[in-house]
């Protein structure tokens, strides 16, 4: 089994130029890449960049996803990345565990 990444970059302020768009997609051949966002995922490997990287260089905002088996891990976790503010949703399990 594997899991699945999403790393979704915004551009909200000011569109990418035709070079910066270029450059983003040289980073993987899975990216979808517009003047207003890139879009990468993965089934079967990791992103090859730096997402703090590429969100500060070039981008405003970022959402990653990582759905892992449940399977594998009853305690997954979802992150959502804006600039300098995370937030961080848990499973109710992983929750409970915690109160206790």
Known sequence: MSEYQYYEFQAIDKPLTEKE???VSNISSRAIVSPSQAIFT???SDFRGDPE???LDHF???VYIDLTPIS???NYEHNINLKNRSLSYASKKQEESQKR
Do not use: H, V, W
């Open 53 to 55: 990287k590429l969100l």
């Open 42 to 44: 993965y089934s079967y």
């Open 21 to 23: 768009c270029s450059i």
């Open 60 to 62: 405003d905002a970022m």
């Open 72 to 74: 594998r891990s009853p």
